[in-house]
């Protein structure tokens, strides 16, 4: 695999933070590079994520946020991390590896061979043949979620909320991360809004394409609540109000 750097967000995953699968993903890949950033855990993430960072490789690089900024902050704080550090091909994962990284370069591939792809987004369809193992109520409220998030950017994506992206490096993600975002609980989909402003400013089609998994788990004690899901779900209706605008505007949405 060449060079390619992903964004590992860390809250308070001292208990199931598989190191071991992390450690092996970087020494059986040797241009992957991985940024843990710990959110400002109050248990000892820290300390795990440090002794993770000092395996031989060298290619483990620990980032500790003092404060809890949410997942989108922290993702942002690692992708600009990576943009620093010149990497052309940038993600971020799920620190409880529902996706496992044996994925990651089935999404490479796609965008080593398809040089207009700016985004490889991983996506949980539920398929004949694929393990997509998720509670019924999660599909659920999943489905809808993404639905009324694909209402609200007026784009046909089934999952934005899967915790694995492939970006390839450029102007638009520079300008799609320069500021925080506003959207703690969907900031995935905010990214997305961001980035279909940028292409509409700058002439261009979006250029995006879904991977269906082979698999995927739901993992035991995640940290998505029903009333973060609620505020989620609340939260879409004004960021599809600023992203009409934005796009009326050529603009990026604020």
Not at 136 to 148: D, E, K, Y
Request: hydrophobic share 40%; with cysteine; glycine share 6%.
């Amino acid at each position: 695999m060449n060079d390619v750097a992903i964004v590992v967000p860390c809250y308070n995953e001292a208990e199931r933070l598989d190191t071991d699968a992390f450690a092996m993903a970087v020494s059986q890949h040797s241009g992957l590079h991985l940024i843990m950033v710990n959110d400002g855990s109050s248990d000892a993430t820290q300390e795990r994520v440090d002794q993770l960072s000092r395996c031989p490789s060298k290619r483990i690089t620990s980032v500790n946020l003092r404060q809890n900024v949410g997942k989108g902050e922290a993702v942002r704080h690692g992708l600009t991390v990576a943009l620093e550090d010149g990497h052309e091909t940038i993600g971020y994962w799920d620190a409880d590896l529902a996706t496992p990284l044996c994925v990651l370069p089935r999404m490479r591939q796609l965008l080593d061979h398809n040089e207009g792809l700016d985004w490889a987004l991983a996506s949980r369809v539920r398929l004949l043949g694929h393990d997509i193992d998720r509670s019924p109520t999660r599909h659920i409220t999943g489905r809808l979620f993404a639905t009324f998030a694909s209402l609200a950017i007026q784009l046909p994506v089934y999952d934005t909320q899967c915790g694995a992206k492939l970006f390839r490096a450029g102007d638009w993600l520079r300008h799609c991360i320069d500021r925080p975002f506003q959207n703690r609980w969907a900031f995935d989909v905010e990214l997305i809004s961001r980035y279909l402003c940028w292409c509409r400013q700058n002439n261009q089609p979006p250029r995006m394409q879904e991977i269906p998994l082979q698999r995927w788990s739901d993992v035991g004690e995640s940290h998505v609540k029903l009333f973060p899901a609620c505020q989620a779900v609340l939260s879409l209706a004004g960021l599809a109000i600023k992203h009409r605008r934005g796009m009326k505007r050529n603009g990026i949405v604020a």
